[in-house]
């Protein structure tokens, strides 16, 4: 079975259920849900996206966020996994296991956006459990690898903001002590 992405495990979290989770986290995802960015397979296939699915992530994204106001843990979208898998298949022939992943996910996006009908010779209707768990395997890391990104967006922004007002202060200085 073909390796499309690398899990790591979180270093030094533990896995735990936080009961609340602050404004700014839920303000944080509702952002995250309109400008993080569309993680796909590496190989410069991702400019072929279409804008269907672009939006059917945005509109995905932010379902989720209201499934975790509910309680439930956050994830990767299924239009995050089309569009993944969909990099991924333009990249590298996919084995049958993700082949199998690609086509059922693949006609789940296309039937919840009303876009043309999967050909029955190709469309997958059940998922084994090994399917599945790779499924959502892939979810929780296309979930972590976003929110990585934005965190680390945000950090260089505070950073780049930092050097700003340093590098203001060091032309300010000098003139506050001149007589």
Not at 9 to 19: L, Q, S, V
Not at 87 to 99: E, I, R
Not at 110 to 124: A, C, F, H, L, N
Not at 144 to 150: E, F, K, S, Y
Request: aromatic content about 8%; glycine content about 6%; overall charge negative.
């Amino acid at each position: 079975m073909t390796e499309l992405f690398v899990d790591e495990p979180e270093k030094g979290k533990a896995r735990t259920k936080i009961k609340q989770k602050s404004d700014e986290h839920h303000i944080s995802e509702l952002v995250g849900a309109l400008a993080d960015p569309i993680i796909v397979f590496p190989g410069g296939w991702g400019d072929t996206i279409p804008d269907w699915l672009k939006n059917a992530i945005t509109l995905e994204r932010l379902e989720m966020n209201m499934r975790e106001l509910k309680g439930e843990d956050p994830t990767g979208t299924d239009a995050e996994a089309c569009a993944y898998l969909y990099t991924a298949a333009l990249t590298q022939p996919l084995d049958h296991h993700w082949g199998e992943i690609y086509l059922y996910i693949a006609a789940r996006v296309y039937g919840r956006w009303g876009k043309s009908e999967m050909p029955q010779d190709i469309r997958v209707e059940s998922l084994t459990d090994d399917h599945k768990a790779d499924l959502n395997r892939l979810k929780g890391w296309l979930y972590q690898q976003r929110t990585r990104a934005r965190v680390e967006r945000d950090r260089a922004e505070r950073r780049r903001k930092a050097e700003v007002a340093k590098a203001e202060l060091e032309v300010m200085q000098p003139l506050m002590f001149n007589f």
